[in-house]
């Protein structure tokens, strides 16, 4: 079994950052794929960013320019996001694809607003 803990989420202003990690723990293989979702309020889960075990990173439009993905060894993954706008609250939740399976974190809340 894996477990992913997020942490990092946060009520800030329009233009401010968060840092959002992830850390994985449990019975780990070496990834296929990590990164990030989220799901705002009344919408369907969207892919934010991922990045592959050999470092492929995408993302997603609206996470261009803006996020950065990047992989800690094979356990975490941390999102950066820079310029943070009020359409960016949401939900945001941690994903690992692994040999045996795909996991999701509980989520962790961001919230952008004046």
Not at 62 to 68: E, I, Q, S, W
């Amino acid at each position: 079994q894996v477990q992913l803990a997020e942490s990092g989420g946060g009520l800030v202003q329009p233009g401010e950052s968060l840092r959002l990690s992830c850390a994985a723990s449990g019975t780990l293989f070496a990834i296929y794929v990590m990164g990030w979702y989220r799901q705002a309020p009344g919408k369907e889960r969207e892919l934010v960013a991922t990045v592959t075990g050999t470092g492929f990173t995408n993302y997603n439009y609206f996470a261009k320019g803006r996020f950065t993905i990047s992989r800690e060894n094979d356990k975490n993954t941390v999102l950066q996001m820079n310029s943070l706008k009020p359409d960016d609250t949401a939900v945001y939740y941690c994903f690992r694809q692994q040999e045996g399976g795909n996991y999701w974190g509980q989520g962790t809340q961001v919230t952008v607003s004046s």
